[in-house]
């Protein structure tokens, strides 16, 4: 298997292609009798193996210890927050099957997998029976009882009667949520009679095919994160996303326990224009239109609330959603889009100046937005002389930067979660010299570099790449070598870590006979700098961070059996050395801890963490509108704190919470927000060309004679 380095660098494995559901026919009630291997699966399964344990990049071992890790996985991925099997059930299981898995990989034997399958859907029937006659009944909201929300790390229900009083409080909670979202008694009961013989309905509608991508997902799921299975009906979908082509919100969506979790906004998209949705807010209803039935999708298979929220280009979609800032206790709000296709146009980079500033030392600052690394690869390859790509559009911003006399510029990936490889390559050459770029080490061991193969340099100047948390992948490759070249500084918080190749195989072209079997989505090989370290795991440490990170385990570290950080022999490269800039760090640090702005971001973000880390709720109904009472309340003095900063008006708590009354005031906001950072790097990079801490030209490259040829002329 060979290397597709023309491929986009594809987002995240089993995320991204669940998240583009397959548009299915009217769906049926599967007898539990018809829950039954095919022979198509086994045949699956099978090749399914030899490709993994041929072209998988991490080595591993079809043996006992590893058919246990895929039994926890399988668990993990049928019932995520432990409210269905019992430990009895799990013992008996583990008992059975769980070190046989490797055998009946190895045999194409399926049916141990269907039969912890039929006991988990028997389970659903008996628990959401329990929930449903217990909503006939008066609820109590006055105990001084807890509940704990996440129980992924958990213990297993000991026996039924554990289970049944798990329920108990879940159907507390439950209810505890709708009243804070301001529902009566009646409309609470309703919706929550229709979750609950929704979770039922879907239980009784899994089909052969859903048991079976559930195991190969706890089998590729095993090894590492970002390899996976598609069903076969998935696979159109799953093209149709990589051409951005999906008419729909521009979200990526996954899984978290039994919410649906927006974990990534597409730039360009309209729910990145709306300013109504983030990154780790939970999706609970979706409705058609201004005045569809609001459809409660708590526990919903992710594909089919995807199927819900995509639509025809033009039309409204109503979610309701737990903002992230709320946490899992608090209230939910709905909010209105409009479906619309995300272009290529409103992904691509784009610039502009800041000066006038406060300690700019009188520099003019140029700055280039990247929100993707693009290439229009149908018109590079037909031969177009004008595709679009990030470096064409880059070059371009660049010359524009300089003919208005900008001192400095400053790339801004924030957010940025990749893309084309080309691109991330070709980029770099605007900045140096012709050199690697990153190395590749494949599933065989083998390494390859990508190289800058053009001396030419678009800029020579002073330069800042600022990163965040999202910036991963062809982010991170650029960051990283504009690092290790010593050719900028790098700014802003440690990013993702995502340091992986994946290719798509198609398992029917393993047949003699041409048949669909799905496809995989295979780990083949890892990035390396070109100083030797991997991007994976630690992802690109920025030279000056900011201190808005409170969250250690976040992208790549946060996933299980991720690849751990490894190094390689270090590729030949010159550097061209930023020198000490131990003063700027200091500089910057000054200005910060006196910045409302950093202020606000930095209490925000503990108060965030507070909040998505608390595991335990109260179903005390009183308690529980004090506790969030509280919460607002310390959220509003801190927004009103930062308000005051830039000169704007208090806001009252009604405006606070109601987004549609303030919302042109409140994206103006947003948007000096964002702002903070940006302009502080603005700041560091002044300070960067004060103390001519900028890189300097070698004399490998030309010897400076006089000030025409410095490196910090524009």
Do not use: C
Request: aromatic letters at 6%.
């Amino acid at each position: 298997m060979k290397i597709l380095k023309s491929s986009a660098l594809l987002t995240s494995a089993l995320v991204l292609f669940l998240a583009v559901a397959s548009v299915q026919a009217a769906v049926r009630e599967v007898p539990i009798s018809e829950l039954k291997p095919k022979f198509r699966q086994t045949q699956s399964m099978l090749l399914i193996s030899d490709v993994l344990k041929k072209y998988h990049y991490k080595k591993h071992v079809l043996d006992d210890a590893f058919s246990s890790l895929i039994f926890d996985e399988y668990l993990e991925l049928i019932d995520p927050n432990k409210s269905y099997l019992t430990k009895e059930q799990v013992d008996t299981f583990r008992f059975n099957y769980a070190k046989l898995f490797d055998d009946d990989i190895r045999n194409g034997r399926l049916e141990p997998v269907f039969t912890i399958y039929k006991a988990f859907r028997a389970a659903v029937e008996r628990q959401t029976a329990i929930a449903l006659d217990l909503l006939k009944k008066p609820i109590d909201l006055t105990t001084d009882e807890t509940y704990l929300i996440d129980r992924k790390d958990a213990p297993w229900p000991a026996d039924q009667a554990a289970l049944d009083a798990l329920w108990v409080k879940r159907v507390k909670n439950d209810m505890l949520a709708m009243r804070l979202s301001k529902k009566d008694n009646d409309e609470a009961l309703e919706q929550l009679t229709k979750r609950y013989e929704g979770v039922r309905r879907r239980a009784r509608q899994s089909e052969s095919d859903d048991v079976f991508l559930l195991f190969m997902s706890a089998y590729a799921g095993a090894i590492e994160p970002h390899t996976g299975y598609m069903l076969p009906r998935n696979a159109e979908n799953f093209d149709i996303s990589m051409r951005l082509s999906l008419q729909g919100i521009g979200a990526v969506l996954g899984v978290e326990n039994e919410y649906t979790e927006v974990q990534k906004i597409i730039p360009g998209g309209p729910a990145e224009k709306s300013s109504l949705i983030h990154p780790g807010d939970m999706i609970t209803g979706v409705a058609q239109g201004k005045d569809g039935e609001m459809i409660d999708v708590i526990g919903w298979r992710l594909q089919d609330v995807v199927d819900k929220i995509r639509g025809p280009k033009g039309t409204v979609v109503r979610l309701t959603i737990l903002p992230k800032k709320s946490g899992s206790g608090g209230a939910s709000k709905e909010i209105t889009l409009v479906r619309d296709n995300i272009k290529l146009e409103e992904q691509a980079a784009k610039s502009s100046i800041i000066e006038g500033e406060k300690d700019l030392h009188g520099q003019k600052i140029g700055v280039i937005e990247i929100p993707a690394f693009y290439r229009d690869f149908a018109g590079a390859s037909s031969g177009s002389k004008d595709f679009r790509s990030t470096t064409r559009d880059v070059r371009n911003l660049i010359e524009e930067l300089q003919e208005k006399g900008v001192d400095g510029i400053v790339i801004d990936l924030r957010n940025n979660g990749g893309g084309s490889l080309i691109e991330a390559t070709e980029l770099t050459g605007l900045f140096i010299e012709s050199g690697p770029v990153v190395q590749i080490r494949d599933y065989n061991g083998n390494v390859e570099s990508e190289v800058d193969p053009d001396p030419a340099i678009a800029y020579r100047g002073p330069l800042v790449v600022m990163v965040n948390r999202n910036s991963a992948s062809a982010s991170e490759i650029f960051s990283g070598a504009i690092q290790d070249y010593g050719r900028g500084i790098i700014i802003g918080e440690p990013t993702f870590g995502k340091g992986t190749v994946q290719q798509l195989v198609e398992l029917g072209n393993f047949l003699t006979k041409a048949s669909d079997l799905g496809r995989m989505r295979v780990t083949i090989a890892q990035f390396f700098r070109v100083d030797g370290g991997s991007t994976q795991h630690r992802g690109v440490v920025p030279d000056i961070q900011f201190p808005t990170v409170v969250e250690v385990d976040y992208g790549e570290r946060s996933l299980d059996n991720a690849l751990p950080w490894a190094s390689i022999e270090r590729a030949n490269h010159d550097e061209w050395g930023i020198g000490n800039i131990d003063v700027v760090r200091k500089r910057s640090d000054q200005r910060i801890k006196k910045d409302a702005g950093f202020k606000y971001l930095k209490a925000e973000a503990k108060m965030i963490h507070k909040i998505l880390n608390q595991k335990v709720v109260s179903l005390n109904e009183s308690k529980r509108k004090s506790e969030g009472n509280k919460r607002e309340n310390e959220r509003l003095r801190l927004h009103n704190n930062y308000r005051r900063s830039i000169g704007l008006d208090r806001l009252t708590k009604k405006e606070f919470l109601e987004d549609d009354d303030q919302l042109l005031e409140k994206r103006s906001e947003e948007e000096k927000l964002k702002e903070v950072e940006l302009k502080e790097s603005a700041r560091i990079l002044a300070d960067v060309i004060q103390q001519e801490l900028a890189p300097v030209i070698r004399s490998a490259q030309i010897v400076v004679k006089d000030k025409q040829d410095s490196p910090f002329q524009h």
